[in-house]
């Protein structure tokens, strides 16, 4: 039945092709139950845990409770849900903030995930099911001080001594390395690119935390040290060699950065719709101008083909078709979407703009961090243009 002229007119500003009426009962039931996490425990604290730079610990048992962490898992505790969930439960945790969706894909996509597809059955016994319920915490280890972009030329090494396994280098930038029980951290062995995993207190591993940074203020972001640590064999992820390892968790977790990034647009569009409306310049509201509803429309149209583009992409992963170069495209074209929408919304707020009791400040400086890491822009485009081509620009 076609719906009425009325209906068609009641359409949500923040979702214009009605994406939400195309998901199921059970996407739309994880999409609720996240919504409301963020809405009760999120965003009652976010803005001054950003102010005080500092990561709010107290929300690990309120993720792991809603089957958060290692949701599309299958088995050991984890959720199993699917791939357009995942992007559900990142587009509603950025909503929040990035720092909280960045904690949430660490752990998932990038720690988790390694265990799961490469580990041993050991070692997903002994991690997975205390991961899900985030008794314990991890990290990924990849970006090195000398340049994230090319991981193909990675110092840190791996030797064997024995049984055991000799880890010596540095990473950084590395997203709850400081609050992590365990770090899978990637090196170099002469058998090519393989993966380890480091349990915290291990003697010679440090976890600094990078102080003073201006972006993603409420996450957990350090450098790691690996000064000779002695690892056992059995700390090795068995599954997988080369750069395809590292690799592959990265193409889940800018999967779910695709998604999040639209939540931080919409929470910005949001509050500058609402702000268009009250204000008034010129004896009339700001929305009444012209060139304020052309922004406007501009924004919709930026969030609405994010929107798009990750549902088609999360339908594809569903079905086991997607691909990494689509994977950077949505990554670099739903995290600039997202940056551009919180710069313009930062801009129309006037000196408001600046203030802490606006959204868009903190969105706008949180989506840097969120467009340079796993891959920045740049690296992301060459990645498209080699699917063109067939031709590597790196
Ligand atoms: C807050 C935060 C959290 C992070 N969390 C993690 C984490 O948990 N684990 C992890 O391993 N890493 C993490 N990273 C690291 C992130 O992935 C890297 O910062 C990113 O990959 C870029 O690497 P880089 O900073 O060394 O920049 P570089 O690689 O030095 O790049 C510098 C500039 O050069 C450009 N560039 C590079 N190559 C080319 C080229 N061929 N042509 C043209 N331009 C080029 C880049 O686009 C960029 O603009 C995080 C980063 C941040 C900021």
């Known amino acids: 039945m076609t719906k009425s002229h009325a209906d068609l007119t009641a359409l949500d500003p923040l979702d214009l092709f009605g994406v ?17 996490l963020v809405d009760d425990k ?17 929300l690990i048992p309120e993720l792991a409770a809603l089957g958060l962490l290692g949701s599309s898992l299958e088995g050991y505790g984890c959720a199993g849900l699917n791939a ?33 597809a490469f580990g041993s059955e050991e070692q997903k016994q002994k991690y997975l099911p205390r991961m899900a319920r985030g008794e314990l915490i991890g990290c990924f280890g990849l970006t090195e001080p000398h340049g994230g972009s090319d991981p193909a030329n990675m110092k840190t090494h791996a030797k064997r001594r024995g049984a055991d396994w000799v880890i ?8 709850n390395g400081a609050i992590a029980d365990l770090c899978v951290v990637w090196a170099q062995t002469e ?18 935390e990078i102080e003073r940074k201006f972006s993603l203020r409420a996450s957990i972001t350090s450098s790691l040290f690996f000064d000779n640590v002695v690892v056992p064999q059995e700390n090795m992820l068995p599954g997988v060699v080369g750069l395809k390892g590292p690799l592959s968790c990265l193409t889940q977790a800018r ?3 695709s998604w999040g990034v639209i939540g931080a647009a919409q929470a910005c569009l949001a509050q500058l719709l609402d702000y268009t409306k009250t204000r008034e310049l010129f004896g009339r509201p700001l929305a009444k101008n012209q060139a304020i509803q052309i922004r406007l429309a501009e ?45 313009d919304c930062r801009d129309m707020l006037g000196g408001a703009g600046i203030s802490a009791e606006y959204v868009p400040i903190r969105h706008m400086l949180n989506l840097e961090s969120v467009i340079t890491y796993e891959g920045t822009e740049t690296i992301h485009q060459l990645t498209v243009g080699r699917e063109l081509t067939g031709i590597s620009a790196f």
């Open 168 to 175: 010596h280098g540095a990473k950084m930038w590395i997203t």
């Open 84 to 116: 357009v969930s995942y992007g559900l439960i990142c587009q509603e945790l950025e909503r929040g903030d990035s720092g909280i969706r960045s904690f949430v894909s660490v752990q998932s996509s990038l720690c988790m995930y390694p265990i799961h």
């Open 191 to 208: 058998d090519g690119i393989r993966g380890f995993i480091v349990e915290k207190g291990t003697k010679g591993f440090a976890a600094p």
């Open 42 to 58: 999120v965003l009652p604290i976010i803005q001054k845990c950003f102010e005080e730079h500092c990561f709010p610990k107290s």
């Open 255 to 257: 999967y779910g950065i």
């Open 299 to 343: 924004m919709a149209r930026q969030i609405t083909t994010a929107q798009l583009l990750s549902l088609q992409l999360g339908r594809l992963k569903d079905r086991g078709e997607m691909t990494p170069s689509q994977v950077s495209l949505a990554k670099w074209n739903n995290c600039r979407m997202a940056l551009d929408v919180a710069r």
């Open 20 to 36: 939400r009426r195309s998901l199921s009962e059970d996407e739309q039931m994880v999409q609720d139950s996240v919504a409301r």
